[in-house]
């Protein structure tokens, strides 16, 4: 019976040991996160910059550094753009007019002849911020070929009724482009001749597009 309480009071002793050793070892690690915080909290005092959020909804109006045509572009191509004006949020510009970005042609679609008109849509990917390529998400900007009705009629009618319409796109008549999209001027009518009817945004092309979601930034103070 000796034997067995002392067996007992050895195996409790063990225990406390161990409990006291856990709780020691809980109290390092929290002192230890604390002391982490109070670190990080106190390099980002001491930083020279800030963070910042760009709202949903900023508009953002870029000038295309290239031509983006129907006839040749696919989903997922890239293209170059520059800030037609400041980025500013609460009165901080985050980035000046010039700076450069990038976006993607979200979907694409050759015109076929006589059916299914050129198709563009166009969205931003990055802004550069801080000397940094920042990835935006954004709405789109969309250019559609108008209605083949029209010209099929013309094209019936023979060839002066399809000379009269190709005249018209090639002066400025009602386009064949919608929304924002910019008609391709003579280019577009060109098309006509060919039973196509491609659509494209030129080169220095401004167009405005805005986020559609929040961006964090860091910029300095």
Known sequence: MMKTKTLNLFALLLLSVALVGCGGSDVDSVEAASKTEKAGLLDKLMSNTETIIIPQGTAVTVRLQQSI???TAASGDSFDFVLSSPLVVNGKTLAEAGAPGTGRVVAARKSGRLHNA?????????????????PVQSSSVIASGGSYKKRNWAWIGGGAGAGALIGGLAGGGKGALIGSAVGAGAGTGAA???GKKEVAFGAERQLTFKLSQPVEVEVKR
């Open 118 to 134: 050129g198709y563009l849509r166009l969205a931003l990917a990055t802004i550069e911020v801080g000397g940094k390529q920042v």
């Open 192 to 194: 006509y001749a060919t």
């Open 69 to 71: 045509s129907s006839a």
